[in-house]
């Protein structure tokens, strides 16, 4: 029996184990990095951009684009659309969220989603770094920033607040 399930357990973690490869320097790479104060100025130090807004890379399909989150909102997640690239492999990453996903599309653009963490705040600028190749030469990405929405956080306590007043009664039931 301990045979068996020996067997097994090594049978699931050969099959488990996860292939890694390798991104080479001419793979595609987005890293979104912010944290750029604009130091309260009214006026932006980089390209202003609203919620919306597009960017091509240069030449040889890379590059490093400077922007200032102009939106009047504070950004929580950000979703690019990339032309279809070059490369493989494409990383992704940065110092502004911290969860990047690449969802490949079936026509000729892949999404890459980055959420999580600290996110861009309003007035603040950040850099998207495509590195030196890789993408599409002078493609040109779509990015689409979300913002939280008050109402939604609203309707959320609303809902919660008969299911906290109930346990609060029964927990208060219990004691007598």
Do not use: K
């Amino acid at each position: 029996m301990r045979f068996r399930v020996l067997t097994l357990t090594v049978l699931v973690m050969v099959c488990a184990v996860r292939l890694h490869a390798s991104p080479e320097p001419s793979d595609p790479r987005i890293v979104i990095s912010g944290g750029h104060d604009s130091a309260g100025q009214l006026a932006c130090m980089f390209t202003c951009v609203g919620l919306d807004f597009s960017f091509m890379a240069d030449g040889s399909g890379g590059g490093i684009f400077s922007f200032t989150n102009n939106s009047g909102q504070n950004w929580t997640s950000l979703e690019i659309e990339a032309p279809f690239p070059t490369g493989d492999i494409i990383s992704c990453g940065g110092s502004s969220f911290a969860t990047c996903v690449v969802m490949p599309q079936s026509g000729d653009f892949t999404i890459i989603e980055f959420y999580g963490g600290g996110g861009i705040l309003q007035n603040q600028s950040f850099t998207i770094d495509l590195g030196t190749s890789g993408w599409l030469p002078n493609g040109e990405f779509q990015a689409f920033a979300n913002v939280p929405e008050s109402s939604t956080l609203a309707f959320c306590l609303v809902g919660l607040a008969p299911l906290l007043r109930r346990q609060r009664h029964r927990f208060l039931r219990r004691d007598r």
